[in-house]
């Protein structure tokens, strides 16, 4: 059974940093497309980052140069670092993996990032 659990959100002023984590459970990390995506109130979930087994990675445009998306492969983990946050990076942040060839689409239960002015 696939299960992605998210950790690391928090409360946090504007500028600092959080960095959130997501473990893969199910054997389908090596195989899957690891991305975070965000849903603030009131509106769609958005796609933050995504990076694909080869490495290839893509970023929202609102976040480039302050987020950075890493995978630690023996641990089955995708991390999102979170740096200079501003307000409008308040949302509940959501992880997602696609395994190659269209198996599946699976999420994690999110986690809430808010950031103060």
């Known amino acids: 059974q696939v299960q992605l659990v998210e950790s690391g959100g928090g409360l946090v002023q504007a500028g600092e940093s959080l960095r959130l984590s997501c473990v893969v459970f199910g054997g389908i990390f090596s195989r899957a497309t690891m991305g975070w995506y965000r849903q603030a109130p009131g509106k769609q979930r958005d796609m933050v980052a995504r990076i694909t087994r080869g490495g290839s990675i893509n970023y929202a445009d609102s976040v480039k140069g302050r987020f950075a998306i890493s995978t630690d492969v023996s641990k089955n983990t995708v991390y999102l670092q979170m740096n200079s946050l501003k307000p409008e990076d308040t949302a509940v942040y959501y992880c997602?993996?696609?395994?190659?060839?269209?198996?599946?689409?699976?999420w994690g239960q999110g986690t809430q990032v808010t950031v103060s002015s």
């Open positions: 997602n993996a696609q395994p190659l060839g269209g198996t599946g689409n699976y």
